[in-house]
């Protein structure tokens, strides 16, 4: 199919279609951090018990972006895409009815499941309707739509909760999605490439470059999931704030990261993706310790110094995985990166932070985590294909 080379008329659009599919996957798989506190009160559950949540979602995100990976590029990633938000309409309309906080878990596995299988279809997808001196552009583009997911779920949940409880929020996300899943089977053409041979799956899992590259993801994903998925809980329950207030703080944090997300398509093509990844974890790092040692006075000047340089990191990471493998194993290699990534840093982490917030407190882990992701930051200079 002959590729975009610009970004107006058609491309523009087809590109918009997408972000704005982005941005709802992203926004209901992240509309539970908001409205975690409410969650706990109503089903009196502890602060581990209620992160958990978190992990069910990311490990059916990471079961699903590893199919994803291996089988959408022979049954066509728009038609994967298209599944997706269909299931994820239906569940929307199905979470309403839940009333045993277990049955929770069950959904919010199924929710990541299907939400999982969009991004190992889109960026290949991407990759086929736009020439590869775009792709940098094209890619942040398109990834400013969880930037922006981020920054707007705490005011659209504060909003619907002025007209509906928590469940009325999901009824509306169904309404959303079926939309969504119409719409989109018109504006996009079908993309089919052949499943990688076995041997190669074999020599991918094998690959340095997918290990670094899987480590870096779970300390990024770590750094921005699992932070913000415990925020409305650090701030509200340790940090004694109102809870409209602490999504407010969460949600306005994550406003500069909106510029950052887009802005990063021109560096990209410009500075040295290796440097900008290092530096991008290191301050990262730096700022996510800072978290976990200011007062409340200052938490909100951290929260959005470290929304606005993690945020960074996706874009680029997206670049440098588009980059490092080639066109056959690029929906694979993303769908094994993402599992990972998910699972542990955007399912694992927030486990382990709300139960450090149990045992001890929250302030402990989140140091911790910031240790980690900024001494993961070294790792990005064992990524050879990138020289």
């Not at 290699?333 to 599992?339: P, Q, R, V």
């Not at 694992?348 to 407190?361: E, T, V």
Request: hydrophobic fraction near 55%.
């Amino acid at each position: 199919m002959a590729k975009y080379t610009n970004l107006q008329g058609k491309a523009l659009l087809f590109l918009l279609c997408l972000w704005f599919l982005w941005f709802i996957n992203f926004t209901l798989r992240m509309v539970f951090s908001p409205i975690l506190p409410l969650l706990e009160d109503e089903f009196i559950v502890n602060h581990a018990q209620a992160s958990g949540i978190f992990v069910f979602l990311s490990v059916g995100y990471g079961i699903a972006v590893i199919i994803s990976g291996l089988f959408s590029g022979r049954f066509g990633y728009k038609k994967s895409i298209i599944c997706s938000l269909l299931f994820l309409g239906l569940i929307s309309f199905s979470i309403p009815f839940v009333h045993k906080f277990w049955l929770l878990y069950v959904f919010a596995f199924v929710l990541g499941f299907s939400v999982g299988f969009y991004i190992p279809s889109a960026i290949p997808l991407i990759t086929e309707y736009y020439s590869e001196n775009n792709w940098g552009k094209v890619i942040a583009i398109h990834d400013t739509g969880a930037s922006i997911a981020i920054f707007a779920t705490p005011f659209i949940s504060l909003f619907f909760l002025q007209f509906f409880s928590w469940r009325g929020i999901f009824m509306v996300f169904g309404f959303i999605f079926l939309a969504a899943a119409l719409v989109f089977s018109f504006a996009c053409s079908e993309v089919k490439v052949g499943n990688p041979p076995k041997a190669l799956f074999r020599d991918l899992v094998k690959t340095p470059s997918l290990r670094t590259m899987a480590i870096l993801w779970i300390f990024g994903a770590g750094a921005n999931l699992g932070i913000y998925s415990i925020i409305p809980l650090y701030l509200s329950k340790e940090l004694g704030l109102a809870i409209g207030y602490a999504n407010t703080i969460l949600g306005i944090s994550r406003l500069g990261a909106i510029g950052v997300a887009i802005s990063c398509g021109f560096l990209i093509d410009r500075f040295n993706l290796r440097w900008v990844m290092f530096l991008v974890l290191l301050i990262t790092g730096c700022l996510t310790v800072l978290m976990g040692v200011v007062s409340a006075r200052f938490i909100g000047i951290i929260l959005f110094l470290q929304a606005f340089c993690v945020t960074a990191f996706f874009p680029v990471g997206l670049v440098a995985i588009a980059k490092t493998f080639n066109r056959e194993m690029r929906s694979l290699a993303t769908g094994i990166i993402l599992a990972l990534s998910i699972v542990s840093g955007g399912g694992l982490i927030p486990y382990f932070l709300g139960l450090s917030g149990d045992l001890y407190s929250f302030r402990l882990g989140i140091i911790i985590l910031g240790v980690f992701v900024a001494l993961s930051s070294r790792l990005v200079f064992n990524l050879k294909e990138l020289e």
